[in-house]
Each structure stands twice: as structure tokens, then as C-alpha cells.
């Protein structure tokens, strides 16, 4: 049984900095394709970041470009999310999620499976 767990949200200022982590179990994390997707109060989930099973292979949301960077380490099943200059707009409840390919993917349709989510609140 896979199982997702996020952690690392909460709540920070303008232009504050957050790192988010995700700690997968149950599946073979270094073939597995991650991704990072946000729900903001009141609308759907959209796309953050997303990484290949390498590593060396990234895709972001254009609203997130130059301020948030996505790593992960294959030793400890650990995708993170480093956040920067956080905005109000930034708030959301952020999920990670996987699918156990090698390739990297942007929609979550793609995606397998999820974690249950961690509240990022960004104060103006």
C-alpha cells in the first residue's frame, strides 16, 4: 500500500520562505515520477513543480518560476519543496503526488497517488 505523507506547511509573511517535504512509502520511490499540485481556498488543484525519477529533469508553473524549487532524494523516499518569496496568492493546501514512471508530468490526472495534503498560509 502506497502511503504519501507531507509536511513542512504552515504559516509564514510576504516574501517569507517555506520547505515543504514529502515522505513516500509502499512504492519504488527512484522509478517513481513526483509531483508537487496546490488547491487554493475556494478553487480547483493546479500544478506546481513536478520532477523525473532522476532527478535531472524539472517542469514548473508559471507562477511559481524563479521562487519555488523542487528537489528529491532517492536514498530517503524524500521530494521537497522549497518555496521563496512567498506571495499571498501562495496560499493553498499543497499535496505531493505519484506515479510510478520514469518519465515527468504536469497534470494530475497522471498521477497514481496523493498525500493528504499540507495547509500553506501566506499573510499579507
Known amino acids: 500500500q502506497v502511503h504519501m505523507v507531507e509536511s513542512g506547511g504552515g504559516l509564514v509573511q510576504f516574501g517569507g520562505s517555506l520547505r515543504l517535504s514529502c515522505v513516500a512509502s509502499g512504492l519504488t520511490f527512484k522509478w517513481a515520477a513526483m509531483g508537487w499540485f496546490r488547491q487554493p481556498p475556494g478553487k480547483g488543484r493546479e500544478f506546481v513543480a513536478a520532477?523525473?525519477?532522476?532527478?535531472?529533469?524539472?517542469r514548473y508553473a508559471d507562477s511559481v518560476q524563479g521562487r519555488f524549487t523542487i528537489s528529491r532524494d532517492n536514498n530517503k523516499n524524500t521530494l521537497a519543496l522549497q518555496m521563496s518569496s512567498l506571495k499571498p496568492e501562495d496560499t493553498a493546501t499543497y499535496y505531493c503526488?505519484?506515479?510510478?514512471?520514469?518519465?515527468?508530468?504536469?497534470?494530475?490526472?497522471?498521477?497514481?497517488?496523493w498525500g493528504q495534503g499540507t495547509q500553506v498560509t501566506v499573510s499579507s
Open positions: 520532477i523525473n525519477s532522476d532527478g535531472d529533469t524539472t
Open positions: 503526488a505519484a506515479r510510478p514512471s520514469m518519465s515527468v508530468y504536469t497534470v494530475d490526472s497522471d498521477y497514481d497517488y
